[in-house]
Nanobody, 124 residues
Framework: QVQLQESGPGLVKPSQTLALTCTVS?????????WSWIRQPPGKGLEWIGS???????YYNPSLKSRSSISRDTSRNQIILQLISVTPADTAVYHC?????????????????WGQGTPVPVSP
């Protein structure tokens, strides 16, 4: 069974770059799935950041595209997210997830395979 584990720096200061890693076990990131970053700000719903397909093609939420970068390290079986110029509005629990296709709203942890998420506060 596939398992996804997010890891990151914890607290990030405004204007800095947020970098998160999703380490996948029990399956290869080159198998026929889409690997996504999805976040949930406090008191709000799930927001899709973007996805990288098994082919390496990358798709972004238009509202975050200018600040987001998703890549992969196939040798380490990892999915990587970078979000530049963060503000307190980027405070959220960040999840990585695996889906058969490109995820579409409404997003739900009932579909696909999800990591437990990592909280990232953005604060001075």
């Amino acid at each position: 069974q596939v398992q996804l584990q997010e890891s990151g720096p914890g607290l990030v200061k405004p204007s800095q770059t947020l970098a998160l890693t999703c380490t996948v076990s029990g399956g290869s990131i080159t198998e026929s799935y889409y690997w996504s970053w999805i976040r949930q700000p406090p008191g709000k719903g799930l927001e899709w950041i973007g996805s990288i397909a098994y082919s390496g093609s990358v798709y972004y939420n238009p509202s975050l595209k200018s600040r987001s970068s998703i890549s992969r390290d196939t040798s380490r079986n990892q999915i990587i997210l970078q979000l530049i110029s963060v503000t307190p509005a980027d405070t959220a629990v960040y999840h990585c997830a695996r889906h058969v296709g490109l995820p579409a709203p409404p997003f739900s942890q009932a579909f696909g395979s999800w990591g437990q998420g990592t909280p990232v506060p953005v604060s001075p």
